[in-house]
């Protein structure tokens, strides 16, 4: 048992109740509320940025990134950042290269931007996804685990 959380390092903690495991450092509080668990529905909405999941600052190239989580089964986000505005398609395509879904098309602000794909419909493998926006394009690999 320890009474110090040292940064940089992993610990596992046991509860006794459903909710979030809130930790202080202040150095007045008792032990007893420095570490504490907060029913969820106690705990605060989150900023309207985060809600979007959008941050205020503009990014300053064209990315595509990684799905999360990758194996997924059925949902899974995938996360680019544009620029400037620019004309924005996200598809996503099976094994084969067929198109099996459209998840963006249209003209988009700039700023970091996630997409939610609900593949329950479609069948176990590999897809691929591609993001082409003004003169960027790039694909990525991502797996569908039943």
Request: proline residues 8%; glycine residues 6%.
């Amino acid at each position: 048992m320890r009474d110090t959380i040292q940064p940089g390092k992993a610990y596992w903690v046991k509860v006794s109740a459903t909710g979030s495991v809130m930790f202080s450092s202040s150095a007045t509080s008792t032990l007893s509320d420095r570490i504490r668990i907060v029913a969820t529905s106690e705990l605060p909405p989150a900023p309207p940025d985060e809600v979007l999941g959008e941050t205020l600052e503009i990014p300053n190239e064209f990315t595509l990134h990684q799905n999360y989580p990758n194996p997924f089964n059925p949902t899974t986000k995938i996360g680019y950042q544009i620029p400037e505005v620019s004309y924005v398609v996200l598809k996503v395509y099976n094994a084969l290269g067929q198109e099996v879904v459209t998840l963006v098309d249209g003209e988009q602000e700039a700023g970091y931007k996630f997409v939610q794909w609900d593949a329950s419909s479609m069948p176990s493998g590999v897809y691929t996804y591609r993001l082409t926006a003004g003169n960027f394009s790039h694909i990525r690999k991502m797996l569908l685990i039943k």
